[in-house]
């Protein structure tokens, strides 16, 4: 089993920060941060889907604060995929979350269409892309954008 060095304390004031190790370089890096709990460990579960979709292994660790203080605390464990609805904004959190991720899952589509071949939409188009976006989930939305770059790839 390979030894990793602890993670660094990150810099500045306490904030949310979610760091990962690489092992090739042997150092860690900031992977996602925020004043907010919830988009970093939004962040760190798209992350760590990724990197283990690679077939690499994925060492993370969670700093936050705790009493005006940088904590070290323990990064969630992977747990089975659940269908969930996108996250919702926690009190005090930032009412734009949604929209962040309403925008974010508009763009992933419009990528997909491009990546179809598909440039000049029409107005009907914009009209479908949008009810896809406020009907769908991130994942579904990122399926169906991986469909649409299969179907315009080489053939």
């Given amino acids: 089993m390979e030894s990793r060095p602890e993670s660094p ?16 370089a042997g150092s860690w890096r900031t992977a996602a941060q925020s004043p ?10 798209e992350m760590t889907r990724a990197v283990r979709a690679r077939g690499d292994e994925v060492t993370v660790t969670l700093w936050g604060p705790k009493d005006g203080a940088w904590h070290q605390y323990d ?29 974010r899952r508009h763009q992933v589509l419009m990528t997909g269409l491009t990546n179809a071949g598909l440039y000049d939409l029409s107005p009907e188009d914009d009209t479908t892309v949008q ?8 994942a579904a ?14 053939r």
């Fill in 9 to 24: 304390q990150p810099q500045g004031a306490p904030r949310w920060v979610a760091m990962f190790y690489r092992p090739a």
């Fill in 36 to 45: 907010h709990r919830s988009p970093v460990l939004y962040a760190l579960g």
């Fill in 75 to 103: 990064a969630p464990q992977p747990q089975p995929p659940v269908h969930r609805p996108d996250p919702e904004p926690s009190p005090g959190e930032p009412a734009t979350l949604a929209e962040r991720m309403t925008g």
């Fill in 131 to 138: 009810t896809l976006v406020e009907r769908l989930d991130e």
């Fill in 141 to 154: 939305v990122r399926r169906v954008a991986h469909w649409l770059t299969t179907a315009g790839g080489p």
